[in-house]
Each structure stands twice: as C-alpha cells, then as structure tokens.
C-alpha cells in the first residue's frame, strides 16, 4: 500500500506532465491523436489518485 506522500508525489508529477502534454498540444495546431490519447490517458490516473486521496467514506447502501 502506497503512503499517502507517495500518492501526492505521483499526483503532482501527473500533473506536472499533463501541463507538458498541454502545452504541446497548444502549440500543435495538428493536434497529434497519440497525444490527445495520452492526455486523457493523465487525466484517468490524475483522477483514480484524487479519488483515493479523498476517499468517501459511510455507507452507500443500507
């Protein structure tokens, strides 16, 4: 199990390269599908670690 540093570490060098990719594709006027892939290939693994930092808690179902 990953600590919760490790998780924010990961989480900021995720977001470090989507404002890589970001800027690349901005730049781009083609805007190379490989890339678009990637981008939201980031953003899924940016999310399942905001998830896991943040996560809910309590019951869902009864």
Same mark, same amino acid.
């Given at each position: 199990?990953?600590?919760e540093q490790q998780i924010k570490r990961k989480l900021n060098e995720l977001a470090m390269q989507k404002r890589t990719l970001e800027s690349r594709? !901005? @730049?781009d006027a083609a805007k190379d599908a490989s890339l678009t892939a990637q981008l939201e290939r980031? !953003?899924?693994s940016i999310l399942l670690?905001?998830?896991v930092?943040? !996560?809910p808690t @309590?019951?869902?179902h009864v």
């Open positions: 199990m990953r600590t594709l !901005e @730049g980031l !953003e899924d670690l905001e998830w930092l943040n !996560e @309590g019951k869902y």
